[in-house]
């Protein structure tokens, strides 16, 4: 079978008339010649589904934006991968990134705007190269007339990649997520109360699918994967894997073909105790391996597709070690703008720590990691704190006898575990290159070697009644050490000083 809509070529594109050469008629030029309603009714029936983790309907949004009363909207593409062991964007982007380019072009056609935009990290060096490259090959040639395609660079923050934080972060205002009721269909770009500027956000894989779709037309697109899922998937196999890498395949291929076939199996002779799937969902154990990997039955199994990037892990691993690494990243990355998600997952990733250490492992922090997970998810604006509420109870629960014996021998538990957030490929050696500053990261999002790491901070505003102080790493230390150990009230001593410090200044 002919691999039309296939996205990533053996050898990268070298330009824009060898992707042409390679696909043929151009899907643009054809999308161009027909109504947007008819194009759009190829996207519909095609059933592509967003490739950005959720799996939302990608016609269904485009349908909603195209009927929106208000004029002005705009096409963007989430570039901005940043979910652990996933690095599938970026592959594409440095290998195709005209599909990702006319696929925005058609969407364009069909909401009705000549505005689009790319969001990618600013430290995504090689792949907004490639983008400006393509992008100036494709002007040459006459396609942006009367368009616009601007790169918008921005930070390395985890929520970047959330669409509503995106579109704040593009107005100046940092990768904070908006509130749940302000999806960028309802609330976009530079929106004002008499103009909502509805934004159709999707990746980079999404937009990738759609100029085949249009060339060889629904029907063909469909005949591939499931039709729960249609079409292929980029997949990203990483950690205890014997060949890393990315991979495209069908839709529906099973768990077990894709990591011993696909991938290659565990490293030596060792077997996989789980798989992880970024960190949206609740791990897969070997006895689901069978799974075909689609949206909808990952989904029956009690775990999830994401963005179909699986971290493996096998059995020299310390899951206590990989909980504590999990739960720390999503204390970290959070934005602080709910209280709930902060503070909940601050206390799984703390209690989670203590098993490590002798003077502080007790009973009842298997407990207290569990109630911090769970109690993350209120009244969220993003699903950071679904995903602490899911994968950390699921993953304790599932290997609880490891926790069981860590409490027993708290420092017998090996080196931590580290994390697989990927910053980039090494084509020679085949293998992924690991973000190294991760680990230095604080939870305000400052840096422990702040001479080493270039610095970038964001922090939400603090919520009424509360305010926050830089505090030296002494007094941080200290304070800690009453609160964990002594069971001191911070908020109420801290207050109780400041209402002495205050009077003292008053008769001064």
């Not at 207290?368 to 998810?377: I, K, T, Y």
Request: aromatic share 8%; proline share 7%.
């Amino acid at each position: 079978m002919a691999k039309h809509h296939w996205l990533i070529p053996d050898h990268q594109y070298a330009s824009y008339a060898a992707y042409l050469k390679s696909t043929g008629e151009s899907a643009l030029a054809k999308a161009r010649k027909a109504t947007p309603e008819s194009t759009l009714g190829e996207i519909e029936r095609s059933g592509l589904r967003g490739r950005g983790g959720a799996g939302f309907p990608t016609g269904t949004k485009w349908g909603t934006i195209s009927k929106h009363p208000c004029p002005k909207r705009s096409v963007i593409c989430n570039a901005a991968e940043g979910e652990p062991g996933t690095f599938k964007d970026r592959f594409l982007l440095r290998r195709n990134p005209y599909a990702v380019l006319e696929g925005m072009l058609i969407a364009a056609h069909v909401v009705g705007t000549r505005e689009l935009h790319v969001a990618i990290k600013e430290s995504f060096k090689q792949e907004i190269d490639r983008l400006q490259g393509a992008i100036e090959e494709m002007g040459k040639d006459g396609l942006l007339e009367g368009f616009e395609i601007a790169i918008f660079p921005g930070p390395d923050e985890y929520l970047f990649g959330e669409e509503k934080a995106l579109l704040n972060a593009m107005e100046g205002a940092g990768p904070l997520p908006r509130e749940a009721h302000y999806p960028p269909y309802e609330r976009g770009l530079r929106a004002t109360p008499e103009s909502p500027n509805p934004a159709l956000v999707n990746n980079v894989e999404t937009f990738a699918h759609v100029p085949s779709i249009v060339r060889h037309g629904w029907a063909s697109f469909r005949k591939l994967g499931t039709s729960d899922t249609p079409g292929t998937l980029l997949f990203t196999l990483s950690g205890d894997v014997a060949n890393p890498g990315v991979y495209e395949a069908e839709a529906g291929i099973p768990l077990r073909e894709l990591f011993y076939k696909v991938g290659g199996g565990p490293k030596g002779p060792r077997s996989f105790k789980a798989a992880l799937c970024g960190l949206a969902a609740p791990p897969i154990g070997p006895d689901k391996f069978e799974t075909r990997a689609d949206f909808g039955s990952l989904k029956m199994i009690g775990s999830g597709l994401g963005s179909a990037g699986f971290i493996l892990i096998d059995d020299t691993a310390s899951i206590p070690r990989v909980a504590q690494a999990l739960a720390r990243f999503l204390y970290v990355e959070s934005c602080n703008q709910c209280a709930a998600c902060k503070h909940g997952l601050r206390t799984a990733s703390g209690a989670i720590d203590e098993l490590f250490d002798p003077k502080t492992a007790t009973p009842d922090d298997y407990e207290r990691a569990l109630f911090g997970a769970r109690s993350a998810p209120q009244g969220n604006r993003c699903f950071l704190p679904i995903q602490g509420a899911q994968l950390l109870p699921a993953l304790m629960t599932r290997f609880k006898a490891e926790f069981d014996a860590q409490l027993k021998r708290p420092s017998a538990s090996g080196p931590r575990w580290r994390l697989p957030k990927i910053s980039d490929w090494d084509e020679t050696a085949r293998t992924f290159v690991y973000d190294l500053k991760q680990a230095l990261k604080n939870p305000d999002w400052t840096y422990a070697d702040q001479h080493s790491t270039k610095r970038h901070t964001v922090v939400a505003p603090a919520p009424e009644g509360e305010a926050g102080v830089r505090l030296a790493p002494d007094v941080w230390g200290a304070m800690r050490e009453l609160a964990d150990v002594k069971g001191v009230e911070l908020d109420r001593e801290v207050n109780d000083a400041l209402r002495e410090w205050l009077k003292r200044g008053r008769k001064g």
